[in-house]
């Protein structure tokens, strides 16, 4: 008989989302006519349609693969030159950022590349995760043996949480232990806080000093708004030599299901074996993608291109201007309704604090039962969530001005 990887039997119980999805489903079996009402806010997934600039690019590309002339088979596993300039150059370098086309990965998420990126890691790091916690981070580790067996709070040995409160901003102060892997997420899911520019400064020195490696999730950057808060981590001097950052287009262009985004790998970032050598990471994780993974379909790459383009970035500030709006909407229903609320200013997502005495599932129970709304219990992304629920703000606006209405007439 084959063996199985123990580490997977640590995960207890399901992935957040399809608990999520279980739970509801067993509600509309039970009332299909509370089924017709429901609004989803939970998950994090776009609903307004790809913009016009993406669309009409992937068109014309799917025609080039339609003549012997302008045929593409298998493309670069990094990514096509023309995306990877696009994005080094707009999103880095038109910003007073070095940072090489070759050193930019086309992925098909930055979700996938966040556990991914664990492939050219060893399994004797120090691992550290700011808790909540965007459940990927934690279970991915856990699926490569990089932690112990879970407690009855389901925090896993071997992992350094790093408390994510409302004192603190929901940025984590800097550990006096050692961490040579540290998860940041910014601005963040689930709790929608951004870091300031000497919050990020302060986990540069620290990842220098500890020679650790930071693994900057900016999925969300293109939400700031605030001109003071940075959207990338090499913003902060020094973090080239210790940070490797992962963006997408999931949630700017709408690409949840079309699947592009990127990681970026400097060539200066460097990491030890076990004998103690230094080596970069750079020709690990080209190695890495070149071996198990073919690179995102051209017409894709073609669409991602096009959101660089005038009439795209135009199309995408529509977009982002939309779920802001929701978010805005939604924040300020939950305030009249006497919650206390976060985020939501420079990022799409609302962190709730729970009215006292109810647990993240049982809130989650009350808000599907008497509103008919999905939102995302707290408990979810970690130990330090209980007691809060995330609202998501990607939806409608005609859903999002309902499920602000319903949230209003709680009354907590």
């Given at each position: 008989?084959?063996?199985?990887?123990d580490?997977?039997?640590?995960?207890?119980?399901?992935?957040l989302?399809?608990?999520i999805a279980?739970r509801?489903?067993?509600?509309a079996?039970?009332?299909?006519?509370?089924?017709?009402r429901?609004?989803?806010?939970?998950?994090?997934?776009v609903?307004?349609p790809?913009?016009?600039?993406?669309?009409?690019?992937?068109?014309?590309?799917i025609?080039?693969l339609g003549?012997?002339?302008?045929?593409?088979?298998?493309?670069?596993?990094q990514g096509?030159?023309?995306?990877?300039?696009?994005?080094?150059?707009?999103?880095?370098?038109?910003?007073g950022?070095?940072?090489?086309?070759?050193e930019v990965?086309?992925?098909?998420?930055s979700?996938c590349d966040?556990g991914n990126?664990?492939d050219?890691?060893?399994?004797?790091?120090r691992i550290?995760?700011?808790d909540?916690?965007y459940?990927?981070?934690?279970?991915?580790?856990?699926?490569?043996?990089?932690?112990?067996e879970?407690?009855?709070?389901?925090?896993?040995?071997?992992?350094l949480?790093?408390?994510?409160?409302?004192?603190?901003?929901f940025?984590p102060?800097i550990?006096?232990e050692?961490?040579?892997?540290v998860?940041l997420c910014?601005?963040?899911?689930?709790t929608?806080a951004?870091?300031?520019?000497?919050?990020?400064?302060?986990?540069?020195e620290y990842?220098l000093?500890e020679?650790?490696v930071?693994l900057f999730d900016?999925a969300?950057e293109a939400?700031i708004?605030?001109p003071?808060?940075?959207?990338?981590?090499?913003?902060?001097?020094?973090?080239?030599?210790?940070?490797v950052?992962f963006r997408?287009?999931?949630k700017n262009?709408?690409f949840?299901?079309v699947?592009c985004?990127c990681?970026v790998?400097?060539?200066?970032v460097?990491a030890?074996?076990a004998?103690?050598?230094?080596?970069?990471l750079?020709p690990?994780?080209?190695?890495?993608?070149?071996?198990?993974f073919?690179?995102?379909s051209y017409p894709v790459?073609r669409?991602a291109?096009?959101l660089y383009?005038?009439e795209?970035k135009?199309?995408?500030?529509?977009?982002?201007g939309?779920?802001?709006?929701n978010?805005?909407?939604?924040?300020?229903?939950?305030?009249?309704?006497?919650l206390?609320?976060?985020?939501?200013?420079?990022?799409?997502?609302?962190?709730?604090?729970?009215p006292?005495g109810?647990?993240?599932w049982?809130m989650?129970d009350?808000?599907?039962g008497?509103a008919n709304?999905?939102i995302t219990p707290g408990?979810?992304f970690?130990?330090?969530?209980?007691?809060?629920?995330r609202i998501?703000?990607f939806n409608?606006?005609?859903?999002?001005?309902?499920?602000a209405?319903?949230i209003?007439?709680?009354?907590?």
């Open positions: 008989m084959a063996f199985l990887n580490h997977f039997l640590k995960l207890k119980a399901g992935y989302f399809p608990e279980r509801v489903k067993a509600f079996d039970a009332n299909p006519e509370a089924a017709k429901l609004i989803r806010c939970g998950i994090g997934d609903t307004e790809l913009p016009a600039a993406a669309r009409e690019a992937m068109h014309r590309a025609d080039e003549e012997c002339e302008t045929f593409r088979g298998y493309g670069p596993e096509y030159e023309f995306l990877r300039t696009a994005i080094a150059q707009n999103d880095f370098r038109a910003h950022l070095d940072v090489a086309d070759d990965f086309v992925s098909d998420g979700k966040t990126i664990l050219i890691f060893g399994p004797q790091n550290a995760v700011m909540p916690v459940p990927v981070y934690v279970d991915t580790n856990v699926m490569a043996g990089h932690t112990g879970a407690d009855e709070c389901g925090a896993f040995a071997g992992l949480y790093l408390p994510c409160t409302p004192e603190n901003g940025v102060a550990p006096a050692h961490a040579d892997l998860y910014y601005p963040n899911n689930p929608g951004t870091a300031t520019r000497a919050q990020l400064a302060a986990w540069v990842a000093r020679n650790a930071l900016a969300y939400y708004r605030d003071e808060i940075p959207h990338s981590i090499y913003e902060i001097p020094g973090a080239r030599d210790c940070a950052e997408s287009f999931s262009g709408g949840t299901g699947r985004a990681t790998v400097p060539k200066s460097m030890r074996t004998s103690g050598d230094s080596h970069p750079h690990l994780w080209l190695r890495r993608s070149t071996t198990k073919n690179g995102v790459q669409g291109e096009a383009s005038p795209g135009a199309q995408i500030a529509t977009l982002l939309h779920y802001l709006d978010a805005a909407l939604l924040a300020a229903a939950a305030r009249d309704a006497g206390t609320v976060f985020g939501g200013s420079n990022a799409p997502y609302i962190w709730v604090a729970n006292a109810l647990t993240s049982q989650f009350h808000m599907l008497e709304i999905v408990s979810g970690g130990r330090a969530g209980e007691g809060y629920f998501s703000a409608s606006r005609a859903n999002a001005g309902e499920a209405r319903r209003r007439a709680l009354r907590f």
